[in-house]
């Protein structure tokens, strides 16, 4: 039997379809350059998200530590959300191996950064302090869709007080089909962006960062440096463009299925409480203290995985249907009744 898995949208699992690509494509020595695919890849992402080159890079956190590594030098610094992934999430690699140092500042509830609280960090020019160098966002966060008007203020606000500008867009293709936007349309008011190929776009591996062409250099060569750099790569590469040509449309279909267990959920508005209504495919409930270890045990057996806890984080993706959706609902009403 299938099973239905809550817990993020990285465990989804390559088809059939993009495992034939991927046995067809061809390959060579992608450090020489020489691999057709991933050539292939990076000027079809280039284009997509409206940029003069990318890079095709091993995860997400690869292609965020090259962007930090490619703008920034030792000692300057990047502004950040509290709970950014970029931050928070990713080992601390910016001052691990960049000796980047990070300052980060709250989130506002819906994701974005206040300019008044980034203007107060903002360091001067003076040797006592790190050179405030960037200005990181991401988008979707927490599976919210930074409102437009907010980011093209925050590509001003950047020139302005001469900061760079990178989007951690892990998932940004949710947020641009979700505003029913183009994604270059979003893309272009940053200076990079990196994209994750490998959830809900249903690749197996692999992320992408763009950039103008001196930027993407820099990053080819850290990428080198950090041991990310892969051989014949066209194998992941071919998903990689499998995904971005198939699957950004239907990321409407996740969304749809977030709503509809959101709002199944709400009618056990006794035991369990969505925390946000879902803008595209994840969304945090809390479920009732006494029995989350238990339901999540109940699940399990019903093979749906949820992560433990009170408060839950639910992402729907490619290998969830709408009937998955419907089955867990009743299996989380047999629970509490
Ligand atoms: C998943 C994710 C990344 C990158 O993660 P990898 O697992 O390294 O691919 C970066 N930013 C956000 C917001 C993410 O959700």
Redesign the pocket.
């Known amino acids: 039997m299938k099973t239905i898995d809550f817990r993020s949208d ?1 465990v989804t699992k390559p088809t059939q379809k993009m495992r034939a690509v991927m046995a067809e494509a061809d390959v060579g020595d992608d450090v020489y350059g020489d691999d057709p695919t991933v050539n292939m890849l990076e000027a079809y992402a280039a284009e997509l998200f409206g940029f003069e080159a990318a890079l095709f890079t091993p ?6 530590l090259l962007a930090l590594l490619s703008h920034c030098e030792r000692g300057d610094e990047y502004i950040v959300g509290q709970d ?3 931050y928070k ?2 080992g601390g690699g910016a001052a691990v191996l960049g000796s980047i140092q990070p300052q980060p500042i709250e989130f506002e509830s819906d994701g974005t950064l206040d300019f008044d609280k980034i203007t107060k960090k903002i360091k001067p020019y003076d040797f006592h302090f790190a050179n405030t160098r960037l200005l990181c966002l ?1 988008n979707s ?1 927490n599976g919210k869709v930074l409102p437009f008007d907010y980011i093209k203020e925050a590509s001003k606000f950047c020139h302005k007080k001469g900061l760079l500008f990178h989007l ?1 867009g ?2 940004l293709l949710n947020a641009s089909v979700k505003s029913e936007m183009k994604a270059k349309d979003i893309t272009t008011l940053f200076d990079s962006v ?1 994209i ?1 190929l ?2 809900g776009l249903g690749a197996p591996v692999g ?1 992408i960062l763009c950039g103008n062409a001196v930027f993407i250099d820099k990053a080819r060569r850290w990428r080198k440096v950090t041991g990310g750099g892969m051989r014949q790569a066209g194998i992941l590469a071919a998903a990689g463009l499998y995904a971005l040509e198939n699957n950004i449309d239907r990321l409407a279909d996740d969304h749809k299925n977030a709503e509809k267990l959101a709002i199944g959920l709400n009618t056990l508005s006794s035991h369990c409480q969505v925390i946000e209504n879902p803008q595209t495919n994840m969304f945090f409930a809390s479920f009732r203290k006494d029995t989350s270890q238990q339901l999540c045990d109940f699940l399990k057996s019903k093979n749906i995985l949820i992560s433990a806890g009170d408060v839950v984080r639910l992402v729907t993706h490619l290998d969830i249907t709408e009937s998955d959706i419907d089955y867990t609902l009743k299996q989380i009403t047999d629970f509490y009744s």
């Open positions: 990285t995860s997400g956190t690869s292609a965020n950014a992934h970029t999430y990713e991401e966060h951690d892990a998932r990196s994750c490998s959830k992320s």
